[in-house]
């Protein structure tokens, strides 16, 4: 077992946050998606799963599944933040997954692809309204 200098596993989780583009917000929201079939002459479900999301942020999202949804899979996201507006429509292309240890739970990262600057906007100013500016994790 390789012994590590805290120092350094503080450092690489700064360097992380560094990379990140966007600011990004960790409160659980519910957001529903579906698999975009891969050929037009598929018809999507008609059924959209729900999930939590762990973060969100206006480049993309991160939430956990028991699909264990492929790496380059497209998904149609419905992203509502209030009963009282219509929800964010867009996609997503699945760019990593987790599996979570010891159980069949697989963690999902999408970057948003195909979305409306009105779109960003919505989700820009929830983050922006959920967290002060200085505790906002950066994506």
Known sequence: MMNRNPNQINDRMHNDVDRRKHKRVEKPIIIRFRIRPENKQEMASSEWDMVGVNDLGVGGLFFNSSNNIQCGT?????????????PVMCTGMVTRIKKQQDTSIFGIAAAFMNIAESEKELINRFVNQTIPSHLALTC
């Open 74 to 86: 497209v998904l149609e996201l419905k992203i509502g933040f209030s009963t009282s507006s219509s």
